[in-house]
């Protein structure tokens, strides 16, 4: 179960106290600069008059806290009062975060701790609501609250005792209007970096006649933690599409693909999901629903296995991009004989293919009359091997001498010797093998197999690849959206 932690620190004005001299009006127990509506001493010295105690804020404060019994009925937290009550069935623990520089400040400083504001606002909702509350101090040990850095270690140690095993259990409302500025922004940069998507963010708008009769403040709508994040989350995804990382694009995106409403959103979310299938050869899965592939394209699976080996090389993977590379060359012979001699091939799911000797005796595929030397006693040639090779130079005559496909022989012996050793390929090596130079080569080598095989003319596998165009609308969406 979700446990709902409010955090808020605690400045001169987060207190109220009833006057009953002054018109029964609630007047700001530390608002030395803002006025009565009509009259001109601050809502303090009207404080310290209704008291009969002068002193500092720190010192009224004092006064308030060591006599509890006489005052409970009438302080209240008039900034953070109305949230407290609107959230009290889901707030499990609250944390006041609170100034305390006596041992260590010059006086004037320390006027303004809000330490005893901390335990009367503490007794209170105690008294009123059903849950912890427990105090935690800045400015001890040499601590400034006016210095960022250290206001940040701090706060990164406080949230190290208040979740020390970094579960994921916790919702944090964090009420950050009082304190000192450079301990609240510590506070939210330290926060979201740890807690991310499970940190909600609250402010308030001050109402001087509300407050007066006795109304805490207005809070604005929740902003949620991960509003803050988006620029770096949003520079981690693009760098991981960089990658082709599409699972870690998903999983660092994930509090964001909530937001349904966004018409972005709502286009990622899909194109993530084809892209993760994708990446795992599931083509028939990556492209269902949203792409029509008409009945006679039989060879695009041909050109996403040749740009996910592309892809690989750029990840790094020089074994996986030489095999899909070749794999995609292959895989499309196969797919040529079948679409050719449709009739004559038996294509079942869990074994492989094969081209019966029958074909030999068809008057329709004359190039076949002289061929049966090439098939087994069980009158069956499996689509694989050098025998589909010799298969696809009997249906493409053309490519016989053709010097690319010539070189196909000599990248075909490496295939089988890198398939069967545990070794590293280097880039030198891939493009060894292919016998090409760089990238480029590479590529438009593997593009020449296909197109001769498909009868095609792509020019490029970008071009060819339904999964190229995915890729650049996820990173425009990415791009595009805001929270």
Not at 10 to 33: E, H, M, P, S
Not at 286 to 292: C, H, L, N, V, Y
Not at 364 to 380: G, I, K, S
Request: charged share 25%; glycine share 4%.
């Amino acid at each position: 179960m979700t446990k709902t932690i409010l955090i808020a620190t605690i400045g001169t004005r987060d207190l109220a106290l009833y006057c009953k001299d002054y018109n029964q009006q609630w007047l700001n127990v530390g608002n030395a600069f803002q006025s009565n509506l009509e009259e001109e001493e601050s809502q303090a010295v009207r404080v310290q008059y209704q008291l009969e105690k002068q002193g500092s804020f720190r010192e009224v404060t004092q006064y308030l806290a060591e006599n509890w019994e006489d005052y409970q009925d009438k302080v209240s937290p008039i900034i953070i009062g109305k949230l407290i009550d609107d959230y009290q069935d889901k707030i499990k623990t609250v944390y006041l975060v609170v100034t305390n520089q006596e041992s260590f400040a010059i006086p004037k400083y320390c006027e303004k701790d809000t330490l005893y504001s901390g335990e009367v606002i503490k007794k209170y909702l105690e008294k009123n609501y059903n849950f912890e509350v427990k105090i935690f101090y800045q400015g001890q040990k040499d601590e400034n609250p006016a210095d960022f850095e250290q206001m940040f270690r701090w706060w990164q140690s406080f949230w190290n005792v208040i979740d020390p095993n970094n579960k994921q259990n916790k919702e944090l409302f964090l009420c950050l209007k009082g304190g000192v500025n450079q301990s609240s922004e510590a506070a939210r940069i330290t926060a979201i970096t740890r807690f991310e998507e499970k940190v909600t963010f609250f402010d308030f708008e001050e109402n001087i006649q509300d407050n007066l009769e006795g109304k805490p403040s207005p809070y604005t709508a929740p902003f949620k933690g991960v509003n803050y994040l988006w620029s770096r989350k949003q520079a981690e995804a693009l760098s991981l599409l960089e990658r082709y990382d599409y699972q870690g694009v998903n999983f660092v995106l994930k509090p964001y693909l909530q937001d349904i409403d966004n018409e972005y959103i709502r286009k990622l979310r899909p194109y993530l999901q084809k892209a993760i299938k994708w990446n795992i050869t599931d083509f028939d899965t990556f492209i269902k629903g949203s792409q029509q592939i008409p009945s006679n394209n039989w060879w695009w699976k041909g050109y996403e296995s040749a740009y996910l080996g592309f892809v690989r090389f750029k990840q790094g993977n020089n074994i996986e991009a030489f095999f899909h590379g070749f794999r995609a060359v292959e895989g499309l012979m196969s797919e040529l004989i079948k679409q050719k001699y449709y009739d004559c091939v038996v294509s079942e799911r869990d074994d492989t293919p094969y081209l019966k000797s029958s074909i030999c005796g068809d008057v329709r595929f004359p190039e076949f009359r002289n061929q049966r030397v090439l098939f087994e006693q069980n009158n069956q040639l499996g689509l694989y091997g050098d025998k589909l090779y010799s298969l696809v130079k009997i249906a493409l005559p053309e490519i016989v001498n053709d010097h690319k496909w010539q070189d196909f022989d000599y990248l075909k012996q490496w295939r089988n010797r890198i398939y069967h050793r545990l070794i590293h390929l280097t880039e030198d090596d891939l493009f060894k093998y292919w016998q090409v130079e760089k990238e480029q080569e590479w590529k438009n080598k593997i593009l020449y197999y296909l197109n001769s095989l498909s009868g095609q003319s792509y020019s490029s596998l970008e071009k060819a690849s339904f999964m190229a165009n995915y890729h650049k609308q996820i990173k425009e969406l990415i791009t595009q959206y805001t929270p």
